[in-house]
């Protein structure tokens, strides 16, 4: 074996230690405690649809949840106590977000993949570009939840949105096989295309 | 075609209503919050329907819970979309026109919570969750800007 492929293989060795790694990080029922750090037990109810709810969630709301605007009103109007709380509070709403989009995005391509395995219209060039966009979609989530446990939701914008766009672009994949998926499990899951 | 033009006459009189709504009432109300509390205030809290009285007999029952939810979701969705800041103000706004004593409403609204019912159904989880939680911080917000005394 030569020296590059040597350093390739430990490069793959090196992330896929780092997605099981990040996997392993996300505690069980980490999502249900976004908000009851503040809202008590009865918080939970909030986030109790997560796995069933019937539509994607608001691109505005992404973009409120990543911006920077409320943190800083939080730091100029109130204690330091209250600006951890805060912090604390909007990245479990982050990262129950991203993990939610991940599971999601992960149950659409295992329903796809069994659906399509015998169908007569099975294109390989289109299931390896979907195969394609679908890795980068998991690993841009793992990496915004990396990002959200290191630093916190404001100023990752930018990331939030690229995962929306490869979202949809994936959704926009599997909408292209026809019948492949069923029209309310895509819903469910919000991989719509945006047309 | 038939039941193309019933539907375009059905969302054309919820449209209607829905406007009739805005012009006759929510105009009437200040501030976002309030217009939130009261449109929550029209559902059921066992079925999940909406009634207003006045919008059913101009309208129907049908059309009018239809507008109802409509305005419920536009106005929760400026809400969820609203920074904290005028969240803040929002709030603020609503608790004067409660004429309420300060200190009452504060602990009132963070122990009972009644934010909590006011989100509308099949709302996206994570825009529930924002919302009450910014809920909460702008009633800490509040509560510490007017230097009123913690009950933890």
């Given at each position: ?7 390739v ?53 992404i ?5 920077s ?11 330091h ?14 990262l ?15 329903h ?5 395995r ?29 990002a ?12 939030a949105?690229a ?7 994936v ?6 096989f ?6 309310d ?11 | ?9 059905r ?8 406007a ?31 009634f ?6 101009r ?7 239809k ?11 400026e ?12 709030l603020?706004?609503?608790?004067r ?45 509040l ?10």
């Amino acid at each position: 074996m030569s020296e590059a492929t040597a350093i390739v293989a430990l490069v793959f060795l090196a992330l896929g230690l780092l997605c099981a790694l990040l996997v392993l990080w996300r505690q069980p029922g980490a999502a249900n405690s976004a908000a009851a750090i503040h809202h008590g037990p009865a918080a939970p109810r909030v986030f109790s649809s997560a796995a069933g709810h019937s539509r994607e969630c608001p691109t505005e709301t992404i973009e409120h949840i990543f911006g920077s605007q409320d943190l800083d009103f939080i730091r100029c109007k109130s204690s330091h106590r209250l600006r951890r709380a805060f912090e604390r509070d909007r990245r479990q709403i982050a990262l129950h977000w991203v993990w939610g989009v991940f599971d999601e995005t992960q149950q659409i391509m295992s329903h796809h993949f069994r659906s399509v395995r015998s169908s007569p219209d099975l294109s390989i060039s289109l299931e390896a570009k979907l195969v394609a966009e679908f890795l980068l979609h998991q690993s841009l989530c793992l990496a915004l939840a990396a990002a959200l446990r290191l630093a916190g939701p404001d100023n990752l914008a930018r990331l939030a949105a690229a995962v929306g766009n490869v979202r949809r672009q994936v959704g926009a994949a599997v909408e292209s096989f026809p019948g492949a998926v069923p029209e309310d499990l895509t819903k469910s899951s919000g991989l719509q295309s945006n047309s | 075609m038939a039941a193309t033009m019933f539907n375009a006459l059905r969302l054309s009189t919820v449209e209607e209503a829905y406007a009739d709504l805005r012009h006759r009432t929510l105009s009437k109300i200040q501030g976002n919050f309030a217009r939130l509390i009261y449109l929550a205030s029209t559902r059921d809290y066992n079925s999940a329907r909406y009634f207003h009285s006045g919008l059913a007999d101009r309208f129907s029952p049908e059309i009018a819970a239809k507008a109802l939810e409509l305005a419920h979701r536009e106005v929760f969705r400026e809400l969820v979309s609203a920074s904290l800041e005028n969240l803040a103000h929002e709030l603020e706004l609503y608790m004067r026109s409660t004429r309420e004593n300060p200190a009452d409403f504060f602990r009132a609204w963070q122990a009972v919570e009644p934010f909590r019912v006011v989100v509308p159904v099949d709302t996206h989880p994570t825009s529930a969750a924002l919302f009450i939680s910014n809920v909460s911080f702008a009633l800490e917000v509040l509560r510490s800007n007017l230097k009123l005394p913690q009950d933890h």
